[in-house]
């Protein structure tokens, strides 16, 4: 995965790029706005764009708007300033994450991870009918959830969260990545009512096994009957 750094601090670029590099990225560091807007529509395109906002030439709110007039690659916003405003305003001009420095490294790869994940699979249209293990049908385009022919009845968080489930079956999606994006909620959130969505899914669906707990990190749906559900490292 190409990671663009933008950032004018070679205090913090060099560590950082180091890092990502053993994560098995391949980075390209540029320290201005202007590099950067150049560096984005060059080759090879990045697949994420990690933009520091304090920039000696353009700022990093320019970058990004024009960075998003000609590409969707994920931009990850990494600024000093913590207050509300700037995190709009980032959010606002069309990044998809935001970090306030210092932040840890985990952490970051962590947000990468996600984003890159999220636009991946806004990008592919995913397939209207997704069958369960278990004997259900889901049909996204319908919004139903079905079982022999039967309608079993969901609201809609719990409709959208099975289907976001569904998405990946087997995989584990995070408490954090399903808030979000069933939600919409904030990455530090409470958690609460995504435990009592869960506990109602499985309640209606009459098949408690089918939405398996991953403790302390998620949710997955099991895969077929009777085979492991594969990990997700
Ligand atoms: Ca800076």
Not at 83 to 106: C, H, N, Q, S, T
Request: proline content about 5%.
């Amino acid at each position: 995965m190409h990671v663009l750094l933008v950032e004018d601090d070679d205090a913090i670029a060099a560590p950082l790029a180091k890092g990502l590099e053993r994560q098995n990225f391949t980075v390209h560091r540029e320290a201005t706005g202007l590099g950067a807007v150049a560096a984005a529509a060059g080759t090879p395109s990045p697949n994420i764009v990690l933009l520091d906002l304090g920039l000696p030439d353009i700022d990093g709110y320019e970058v990004c708007r024009r960075i998003r007039a000609s590409s969707a690659v994920p931009i990850i916003v990494i600024t000093a300033r913590g207050e509300e405003i700037d995190r709009v305003l980032g959010l606002e001009l069309g990044a998809d994450d935001y970090m306030v420095k210092p932040f840890g490294f985990r952490e970051l790869v962590a947000r990468i991870h996600a984003v890159t994940r999220r636009v991946g699979a806004q990008e592919e249209p995913e397939e209207p009918i997704v069958q369960l293990s278990g004997g259900f049908t889901l049909d996204r385009r319908t919004r139903r959830l079905t079982h022999d022919d039967t309608e079993i009845v969901l609201t809609r968080k719990e409709f959208d969260l099975l289907a976001l489930l569904a998405t990946d079956q087997g995989a584990t999606h995070t408490r954090e990545e399903i808030l979000e994006q069933v939600w919409d909620s904030n990455w530090y959130g409470p958690t609460k009512t995504l435990d009592v969505h869960i506990a109602s899914l499985r309640k209606k669906v009459g098949d408690p096994g089918l939405i398996e707990t991953v403790r302390g990190v998620g949710f997955r749906l099991r895969t077929t009957d009777g085979s492991s559900p594969r990990s997700d490292s």
